[in-house]
C-alpha cells in the first residue's frame, strides 16, 4: 500500500496508527527540518518516564526500540520511500537513549538535544555507513541509535569533568 507521502496530513496520520507513531505524533509533518521537531516531540516522553523508576525508563527505551523498528520499516514500506524525512520515530529512540544515564536538569535536557541533533545531522562514522548501507526499519533506526550513544557518551563525559551539573 503506497500512500502519497508528500500529501500527508494530520488527519491521514490520525486514521492509521503505525504512520502516527512514525511521524512522531504528527511531528514529522514539519515543513522544515522534521528530525529536529520529531527530538522536540521526545522531551515530553522523557520527562515522563524520567521521573519514573529505572527500570520503568529501560522498558519503555526497549520497547521503543523493537516497537520502532516494526513502526519504521511498516511506515517507510507504506509510503514507498526508504528513510522518509518525516519518519522520526528514530529520533524519539535516539533521544531517549542520549538521556538515559543522565539525571534530570533543563541545562542536560538542552545539551542532550544539541548532541543528539549534531551526531544525527553530521553522521560520522559509523552512523554514516549504516545510514547508506543498512536498510529497512532497522537500518532507519540504528543511525539514530549510535548518534544517540555518541551523544550519550558527550554528555556522560561533561558530567565527570563536572561542566554539566
Request: hydrophobic share 60%; proline share 4%.
Given at each position: 500500500?503506497?500512500?502519497e507521502a508528500d500529501q500527508l496530513s494530520l488527519t491521514d496520520l490520525l486514521k492509521n496508527p503505525v504512520?502516527?507513531?512514525?511521524?512522531?505524533?504528527?511531528?514529522?509533518?514539519?515543513p522544515k527540518a522534521p528530525g529536529t521537531f520529531g527530538t522536540l516531540a521526545a522531551i515530553p516522553i522523557?520527562?515522563?518516564?524520567?521521573?519514573?523508576?529505572?527500570?520503568?525508563?529501560?522498558i519503555v527505551l526497549v520497547a521503543t526500540l523493537v516497537?520502532?523498528?516494526?513502526?519504521c520499516d511498516k511506515a517507510s514500506e507504506m509510503l514507498g520511500v526508504h528513510d522518509h524525512g518525516g519518519i522520526v520515530?528514530?529520533?524519539i529512540a535516539g533521544f531517549l537513549i542520549t538521556m538515559m544515564?543522565?539525571?534530570f536538569s533543563w541545562q542536560a535536557i538542552a545539551i542532550g538535544f544539541v548532541l543528539f541533533r549534531l551526531f544525527d545531522i553530521w553522521k560520522p562514522w559509523p552512523i554514516s555507513v549504516i545510514d547508506k548501507h543498512v536498510a529497512g526499519g532497522f537500518?532507519?533506526?540504528?543511525?539514530?541509535?549510535?548518534a544517540g550513544v555518541f551523544a550519550l557518551a558527550c554528555i556522560s563525559a561533561l558530567q565527570?569533568?563536572?561542566?554539566?551539573i
Open positions: 500500500m503506497n500512500i504512520l502516527f507513531l512514525a511521524f512522531g505524533f504528527g511531528s514529522g509533518l514539519a522523557y520527562l515522563l518516564v524520567s521521573l519514573g523508576n529505572p527500570v520503568v525508563y529501560g516497537g520502532g523498528v516494526f513502526i520515530w528514530d529520533e544515564a543522565v539525571p537500518g532507519i533506526m540504528l543511525d539514530d541509535v549510535i565527570a569533568s563536572m561542566v554539566l
